[in-house]
């Protein structure tokens, strides 16, 4: 049994705005059909890298934190895919909840990024990038994050990450 080593990338984030412009760069690599796994604890940087996930894209609609929906479609502005926000930070463990938001319906034309998806997303597809934000260690300015990108299967095998820490 083989398994393609996984395709990872460590990086340094020192503020808020950094954080958007690695979203940005992220959206140039991004094509219809891709899932983005983000982990991190409250606060540590998930929707802002998703706004900026949006801007690059270009699609309608502030990225924010969805206090009531779980998931929000961003329409496409232009000829790219959607933006699909998840935030299943509430939903149960069950997949009975995730299943009723259609992802794998939506997937195949969207980009679908799911904040807190550890163990509720992982069946729509083997290909994901895994992207985990933790607050670095010693920092007193609690602006500066590690940002550790993780692709997984084949789609990502080849994708240059390097290119996001320019
Ligand atoms: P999450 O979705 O992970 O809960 P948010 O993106 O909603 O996090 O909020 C992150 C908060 O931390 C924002 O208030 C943002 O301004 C602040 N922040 C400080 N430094 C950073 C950084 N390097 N990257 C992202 N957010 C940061
Ligand atoms: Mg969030």
């Not at 340094?12 to 979203?23: K, R």
């Not at 149960?92 to 990024?113: H, K």
């Not at 994901?128 to 692709?151: F, N, P, Q, S, Y």
């Amino acid at each position: 049994h083989h398994q393609a080593p996984a395709n990872v990338l460590k990086i340094t984030v020192n503020s808020p705005e950094q954080m958007g412009e690695l979203g940005r760069r992220l959206a140039k690599l991004l094509r219809p059909g891709d899932l983005v796994m983000l982990t991190g604890e409250l606060g540590a940087g998930k929707t802002t890298l998703t706004r900026g996930l949006g801007e690059g894209l270009g699609v309608r609609g502030a990225v924010t934190s969805p206090t009531f929906v779980i998931a929000r479609v961003h329409p496409p502005l232009g000829p790219g895919p959607a933006l699909v926000h998840v935030d299943a930070y509430r939903l149960g463990g069950g997949l009975d909840e995730m299943e009723d938001l259609d992802l794998d319906v939506s997937l195949p034309d969207s980009v679908v990024v799911v904040e807190w998806g550890e163990g509720k997303v992982e069946e729509l597809s083997d290909d994901r990038l895994h992207v985990v934000i933790d607050r670095a260690v010693g920092d007193t300015t609690d602006e500066v994050r590690e940002v550790t990108l993780t692709g997984l299967g084949g789609r990502w095998s080849d994708a240059d990450l390097a290119s996001l820490a320019a």
